[in-house]
């Protein structure tokens, strides 16, 4: 593949790569350590609270541990004892046990909350930040519902993992720990039976987690599907209903939704073995205690209270296990969402300022192709060999059959795309070779797909020079032949254009969208069809406003309708990706008389539209 965006620079796990380019994970069950390691790098810009977070967890595991040890001496002491008397003391310490507890587990949780936002917002910051570094090759691959899934809901994983499991699953472990260390200082026979139960957790818990981690993927993986499937139905819920497909797209939904559905299935039978496993295990667990530890009592060996809060502690050992099951869900869930945050965090942009690159320098607007070539996926051409040069002040038509490489051709001047062979250079800087961002400043591009966003008329024109005046914006708009329509509006330019610019006309979109790159005021313009949308006499009236806008700069326009490029100082043909035929003026006769004169293609194309255009 041609200069593909790659993924995984950053990656260590080596083997089972993901593929980048927003196609979708093939591998949910890669080694957990590098995700983890890497998730643990968001840890370490909130070390404080981190670490006053681990001290609550431990504070918390430490009072978990001591209502058996107040129970065995109150057994010991009180009842089986002389100090009768003074079990209300025993019951009150458990009591002022239970409230510190609460207050400790308290502040446990809500640090352990306020930890995982934090480093959520983080991570959902970087992978918006990043996806916005992406060039276009990136999202002429990857599936917008999919990617929105990996911001909104793969990230939601995340906070419940930084937010609660990585922390009870910690808590738990020195909970674990703790009982051991009780046990075995009280009867090393009895801990040894508590110690063998644990290896026995270790490796049921590795199982589950090896068995429900794939699983967890599928459903991530379909729900990303799902929110592709959706995303596309409702991108193009106009199309759905002209063609009254809602029926097909009904059932498109449900074999989507499906896909989850049986993924989910698939992951809750997992799940759910794990509860009765650990009942059966835990209930094999304390009946062993009780047999070895009431010989123990029996024969004298083990005190009653010691072996009471040996069973109380066994007891207590099932909230920890059935916790860490389900905190080992979210594990695994979160791993496999990292594992998709990741993959798009990996992808290396690859349009990118090279290495030393410098800010453009000002210029004056010489555009410069020689021989280049390009293709979208490495193997079919669609510009060969093209070679132009554009004047500042020139207005250069590009003109030629659909599917030609129009668009193509003027997507290289900002870099959307790198060419693939030749040069292409401004004012004699190759584009490769100066910052992307101050090669944008100057290149200004209204695309053939108008967008706007969903605010005011007033931020969309302002988009591209955030702090303008509304000076500024209104004579744009003038220039853009739209100024009277949204004068007109009872909110002016703060009526909003609801989504996609809903709410307009076609034809006021792309005035809008006109008036905002004149706004931005590029030394190099770029107007892709600019005037399909419109009626006959605002193209007029466009055309006349582009004489005036076009003495500063370079212009290049994308035109179907010939007619509309007649004045063009240049004219350059395109046919299958190849400059067919290039008209310049010469001897008082425009470029366009010239490729009439030449009989070319051009002036195929040009008669043919002409007598469409009389023809009854
Ligand atoms: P039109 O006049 O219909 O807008 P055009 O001359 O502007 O067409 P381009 O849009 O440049 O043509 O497309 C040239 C070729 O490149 C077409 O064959 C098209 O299928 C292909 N193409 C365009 N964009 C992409 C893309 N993002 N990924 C892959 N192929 C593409």
């Not at 390691?37 to 404080?48: D, F, I, P, Q, T």
């Not at 410098?358 to 193997?379: A, C, H, M, T, W």
């Not at 005037?531 to 004489?547: C, P, Y």
């Not at 046919?575 to 051009?602: F, I």
Request: hydrophobic share 45%; with cysteine; net charge positive.
């Amino acid at each position: 593949m041609k200069n593909p965006e790659r993924s995984g620079a950053r990656k260590t796990e080596g083997k089972g790569h993901v593929k980048a380019q927003g196609k979708a994970i093939n591998r949910t069950s890669g080694p957990a350590w590098p995700l983890l390691k890497r998730l643990a790098h968001y840890v370490k810009s909130h070390l404080g609270l981190f670490a006053i977070t681990v001290s609550a967890a431990a504070l918390a595991a430490i009072f978990e541990l001591l209502p058996p040890f107040l129970i065995r001496a109150a057994i010991d002491r009180c009842v089986l004892g002389d100090e009768g008397n003074f079990i209300w003391l025993w019951a009150a310490g458990l009591l002022a046990v239970s409230l510190l507890q609460g207050g400790v587990d308290f502040l446990r949780l809500y640090l352990t909350a306020l930890l995982g936002q934090k480093i959520v917002f983080r991570i959902r910051n970087d992978l918006f930040t990043h996806l916005n570094r992406l060039s276009f090759s990136f999202f002429d691959r990857a599936r917008t519902g999919d990617l929105m899934s990996r911001v909104t809901s793969d990230t939601d994983v995340l906070s419940m993992f930084f937010g609660r499991a990585g922390i009870i699953v910690l808590t738990n472990a020195l909970f674990l720990i703790g009982v051991m260390v009780v046990l075995f200082s009280w009867n090393w026979i009895l801990g040894l039976v508590y110690a063998a139960m644990l290896p026995v957790i270790v490796v049921a818990i590795r199982i589950y987690a090896r068995k429900v981690r794939p699983a967890m993927g599928r459903v991530r993986k379909t729900l990303g599907l799902l929110g592709s499937t959706l995303q596309g139905t409702l991108a193009g819920i106009m199309v759905v209903k002209v063609f009254g497909r809602d029926k097909y797209e009904e059932k498109r939904f449900d074999r989507s939704s499906s896909k989850n559905l049986s993924a989910g299935v698939e992951a809750a039978k997992i799940q759910s073995l794990w509860m009765p496993f650990m009942n059966v295990f835990m209930g094999i667990g304390t009946g062993l205690i009780l047999w070895v530890g009431g010989y123990g009592v029996i024969r004298g060996g083990i005190s009653l209270g010691t072996l009471i809060a040996f069973i109380t502690y066994i007891s207590m050992l099932l909230r920890p296990v059935r916790q860490t099951g389900m905190m080992m869900n979210v594990v695994m869930r979160s791993m496999a969402a990292s594992e998709r945050i990741f993959e798009v965090l990996d992808t290396i942009p690859e349009i990118a300022d090279s290495p030393g690159a410098l800010p453009l320098p000002p210029i004056q607007g010489i555009v410069k192709f020689d021989n280049v070539s390009f293709s979208y996926d490495g193997n079919n051409p669609v510009l060969i060999d093209v070679s132009l040069k554009a004047l500042p002040g020139e207005l250069v038509a590009v003109v030629g059959p659909s599917g030609a490489g129009k668009s193509t051709l003027v997507h290289l001047i900002p870099r959307f795309y790198n060419a693939e062979r030749g040069s292409l250079t401004l004012d004699g800087n190759d584009v490769r070779e100066v910052t992307l961002d101050s090669l944008r400043r100057n290149v200004g591009i209204a695309l053939q797909s108008v967008f706007l966003f969903d605010t005011s008329i007033r931020e969309n024109i302002a988009y591209g020079s955030p702090g303008v005046s509304d000076r500024e914006i209104e004579r744009v708009a003038r220039t853009a032949q739209i100024h009277d329509f949204i004068h007109s509006l009872p909110m002016g330019y703060g009526t909003p254009v609801g989504e996609r610019g809903v709410r307009l006309s076609g034809g006021q979109r792309q005035r809008i969208a006109l008036a905002r790159v004149l706004l931005h005021d590029p030394r190099v313009l770029i107007l892709d069809e600019p005037t399909s949308s419109v009626d006959a006499a605002t193209e007029r009236k466009l055309r006349d406003a582009f004489e005036v806008a076009r003495k500063e700069r370079t212009t290049f326009v994308i035109a179907h309708r010939l007619g509309t490029v007649r004045h063009a100082d240049r004219i350059i043909v395109l046919k299958n990706g190849r400059v067919e035929e290039l008209g310049l003026p010469e001897a008082g006769k425009t470029a366009h008389e010239m490729l009439m004169v030449a009989g070319g293609l051009y002036s195929t194309l040009y008669s043919l539209q002409f007598t469409e255009a009389v023809e009854p």
